[in-house]
């Protein structure tokens, strides 16, 4: 059965401040673990990272941001959850170029 969301979704475009690959890295596990409770909680639906080219082998990776789906009522909520992130709490992320298109519903397959 497909996964109907309860609240609005919300795609947030959250771009890093350039050279913040370390950065980013250090606090990653954090990050993911927040991102693990939240889906828990249904806040988070979807999210990953965006990469300047996709790193090859062991080559370090040259994130440029990250791509998330939140389910909120507004878009205050979604920026006080961005907000409380660890990429935004430790400056991996620029907030001052966050985009929240207007909210959005996101369909299984391509049936329509």
Known sequence: ????????????????????VDKRLQHRPEHLERSKQMHAEGTKN?????????????E????????????????EEVRKMVEQ???????????SKVKTPSSMRLKEGMDG
Not at 1 to 16: F, G
Not at 46 to 58: C, L, R, S, T
């Open 1 to 20: 059965m497909p996964y109907t969301p309860v609240k609005p979704e919300w795609i947030a475009i959250l771009p890093d401040h350039p050279g913040n």
């Open 46 to 58: 979807f999210g990953g990272a965006f990469f300047d080219k996709h790193p090859v082998g062991d």
């Open 60 to 75: 370090k990776p040259s994130f440029k941001g990250s791509i998330t789906v939140y389910e909120a009522d507004t878009e």
């Open 85 to 95: 992130d660890p990429y935004a709490v430790n400056g991996v992320w620029d907030l």
